[in-house]
């Protein structure tokens, strides 16, 4: 099955823990984002990469880090100077010349 | 900066009505705008997308309209059913990038 598959489903961090969320891919997709999604606030940004060891900062990057040694990967780590991290976290994908974005099922992260 | 507001926040309907929801936006310099669904705690899945030179798409029960002189869309749904009780997101897209609106929660009671 194609598609776009975030693991795991649920993540727990402990203070000054640093976590990695798993986006994988298998549509041969070209971008791929990382957004975080609040109850109330809708999506917002936190990496994009538009091709494979290139990427560029969203609109909430601060204690986000990623990186994109393959296509059809995209992992998200939260570091410890995230001091909110709380959040539903979804991984998206497009192709080149389409804008239609397809969203994986999301990881919900929680602090212990 | 660009920025998204849907209206209301959560709306409340009897089966079979029709209804609308609505997505309005600052800046009208956009490439495209979308509209999506969202079940509880799962992904989104796209409903329609309008290019910026369009001004509306249809998907079977759903009519999505794009006016950018006044920086607003529409989203029809005609007929509704409980199974379309979800969250609709709007989002406009700007060079690959997407920024989205808060999302009406709707709920259609049987």
């Known amino acids: 099955d194609g598609g776009i598959t975030q693991s795991p489903k649920y993540l727990f961090r402990k203070e000054g823990q640093n976590v990695t969320l798993s986006c994988e891919q298998n549509?041969?997709?070209?971008?791929m984002y990382w957004y975080r999604q609040d109850p109330g606030q809708g999506l917002r940004l936190i990496y994009y990469?538009?091709?494979?060891?290139?990427?560029q900062k969203g609109d909430i990057a601060e204690g986000y880090s990623v990186s994109r040694e393959k296509k059809e990967s995209f992992p998200l780590t939260v570091t410890s100077a995230q001091k909110n991290p709380t959040a539903f976290y979804l991984c998206?994908?497009?192709?080149?010349?389409?804008?239609?974005?397809?969203f994986g099922a999301g990881t919900r992260l929680s602090v212990l | 900066k660009q920025e998204v507001t849907q209206i209301p926040a959560a709306l409340s309907v009897p089966e079979g009505e029709n209804l609308v929801l609505n997505c309005s936006f600052t800046?009208?310099?956009?490439?495209?705008l979308q509209w999506f669904r969202q079940d509880p705690g799962k992904g989104l899945t796209s409903l329609l997308l309008?290019?910026?030179?369009?001004r509306e798409q249809t998907s079977g029960r759903l009519n999505a309209s794009l006016d950018k002189s006044s920086g607003r869309s529409t989203l029809y749904i005609a007929a509704s059913q409980p199974g379309d009780s979800a969250t609709y997101l709007c989002?406009?897209?700007?060079?690959?990038?997407?920024?989205f609106g808060q999302g009406t929660e709707l709920s259609v009671k049987p």
């Open positions: 998206a994908s497009r192709i080149q010349g389409d804008y239609i974005q397809y």
């Open positions: 549509l041969n997709h070209d971008a």
């Open positions: 990469s538009q091709i494979v060891n290139d990427f």
């Open positions: 800046d009208s310099a956009i490439y495209n």
């Open positions: 309008i290019q910026s030179s369009q």
């Open positions: 989002a406009v897209g700007d060079r690959g990038k997407l920024i």
